[in-house]
């Protein structure tokens, strides 16, 4: 089966998770995978599913508003004010989908940094021999069925480089990181790439077109655009009300 290329959408923060969990969950093409790259209708951030809001709300810039929701994946505080962000689903049996949450971490990684080496921009990943755990931080090189929910230590997401994330070779600044989750359809992967930490432009539609083939070329298929899935109306309301909720928002 191809890599299913969505159209690009602006949405909001709740919307725009909701429909990421949805084409984990609803699919047409459950076993086509499939990737989207997406913008925001206004100034947002998310944070990860088990982050406590007390924190994300003390962390967040002072004196201004945003678009706020509670992701259906792990990870950080993640500031999409600048960003270019993208989501993945590998359906459940692919070859990537059963390996260990790092590898399935580095491996897309490593095709998004190559696509920016292809734009100059010197990216790389992090690698495991200058990786450290923070003393407060879980070991990511812990085997994948320990949490299915295999997520990035919980903090703020650009503010320092984890494993396997991708930085930039010169400053040594993080350029991009994720989150994943798994469940019986297949992952979930969230990503966000920071542009400051660039240092330089980016050419949005060459990297989408670059980052997209290394990435049919890692799930061995080609890429190909496809129209937007024929999901459930009512149910892509529902979920955006409930990850739009109060409740939801402040869940922990």
């Known amino acids: 089966m191809p890599l299913d ?18 084409l984990l969950q609803r699919y047409p093409k459950e076993t086509s995978p499939r990737f989207r790259h997406y913008g ?4 947002a951030f998310t944070f990860g599913y088990s982050q406590k809001i007390e924190f994300v709300r003390a ?40 390996v260990r949450a790092t590898q399935s ?32 931080s879980p070991d990511l090189r ?3 069925h320990t949490d299915r929910s295999a997520a990035l230590p919980a903090g703020i997401c650009f503010e320092r480089a984890e494993l396997f994330d991708v930085v930039h070779e010169t400053s040594g600044e993080k350029i991009a990181g994720a989150a994943q989750k798994r469940n019986k359809h297949g992952l979930l992967f969230q990503g966000s790439l920071w542009r400051p930490a660039l ?9 989408f077109e670059e980052f997209t083939s290394l990435l049919a070329q890692l799930l061995g ?32």
């Open 5 to 22: 290329l969505l159209p690009t959408r602006v949405a909001s923060a709740a919307e725009n998770m909701a429909i990421d969990f949805l």
């Open 40 to 43: 925001w209708r206004s100034p």
């Open 59 to 98: 962390a967040l810039p002072p004196g201004e508003t945003f678009d706020l929701c509670r992701r259906p994946t792990g990870g950080g505080i993640v500031d999409h004010r600048d960003d270019w962000t993208f989501s993945l689903v590998i359906p459940r049996g692919h070859p990537l989908e059963d």
């Open 105 to 136: 971490y580095r491996e897309i990684h490593e095709c998004l940094a190559a696509a920016l080496r292809r734009q100059a921009i010197p990216a790389l990943t992090k690698n495991a021999d200058s990786y450290a755990p923070a003393p407060d």
């Open 142 to 144: 812990r085997p994948r």
């Open 199 to 207: 240092k330089q432009p980016l050419d949005d539609d060459a990297l």
């Open 221 to 252: 298929t080609t890429a190909q655009p496809c129209p937007w899935p024929d999901l459930n109306e009512d149910e892509v309301s529902g979920l955006t009300e409930q990850y739009a909720s109060l409740e939801w928002l402040e869940a922990r």
